[in-house]
T-cell receptor, first 114, second 114 residues
């Protein structure tokens, strides 16, 4: 079972460059999420998509955009990368957007902005 | 303002002994709590949860205890095994909220020494 798949796994960007992190899930989940994890920090929500066709800001949305391409895919775009965006990014999904629903995470994308 | 606190960044335990990971929360609305486990270079995986209507939930070697009056929960692992070495994230949410409102602690790195 693939679960949640995200690409690329590693990326180095120069300040000001743009890039898109891709995410796909094969569990027929309705809700999808992008989190970031910084050293010594918990997971912080960047954007989420409660269902196909909707996206909303999370706790730390500045500098990012998202696209829910279809039910399976949810991409995260950095338009002009900054060193502060150096982080590990996790895509995740859940069957519903209900609070008690289990959230399943991808393996992470390590992004370094120099 | 950190609503979910894991005050111990790391914990070392001998194989076969009990591991106790602690978590405190400040938001009185939280009534559903989860623990996620994360290995290096992998995404977090759901481990165990507990609703505020219970004070204990057990799943094999893992037990979560909830003390609502103290706003404290703990994860007990008995007996600890080297494969349990990972970062453990505590998370909390109000069950009437959307899943996107899940709040994570900063994590505790558990090392189980053979």
């Amino acid at each position: 079972n693939a679960g949640v798949t995200q690409t690329p796994k590693f990326q180095v960007l120069k300040t000001g460059q743009s890039m898109t992190l891709q995410c796909a899930q094969d569990m027929n989940h309705n809700s999808m999420y992008w989190y970031r994890q910084d050293p010594g920090m918990g997971l912080r929500l960047i954007y989420y998509s409660a269902s196909e066709g909707t996206t909303d800001k999370g706790e730390v949305p500045n500098g990012y955009n998202v696209s829910r391409l279809n039910k399976r895919e949810f991409s995260l775009r950095l338009e002009s990368a900054a060193p502060s965006q150096t982080s590990v990014y996790f895509c995740a999904s859940s069957y519903t957007g209900v609070a008690t629903d289990t959230i399943y995470f991808g393996e992470g994308s390590w992004l370094t902005v120099v | 303002d950190q609503q979910v606190k894991q005050n111990s960044p790391s914990l070392s335990v001998q194989e076969g002994r009990i591991s106790i990971l602690n978590c405190d929360y400040t938001n009185s609305m939280f009534d559903y709590f989860l623990w996620y486990k994360k290995y290096p270079a992998e995404g977090p995986t759901f481990l165990i949860s507990i609703s505020s209507i219970k004070d204990k939930n057990e799943d094999g070697r893992f037990t979560v205890f909830l003390n609502k009056s103290a706003k404290h929960l703990s994860l007990h692992i008995v007996p600890s095994q080297p494969g349990d070495s990972a970062v453990y994230f505590c998370a909390a949410i109000y069950s009437g909220a959307g899943s996107y409102q899940l709040t994570f602690g900063k994590g505790t790195k558990l090392s189980v020494i053979p």
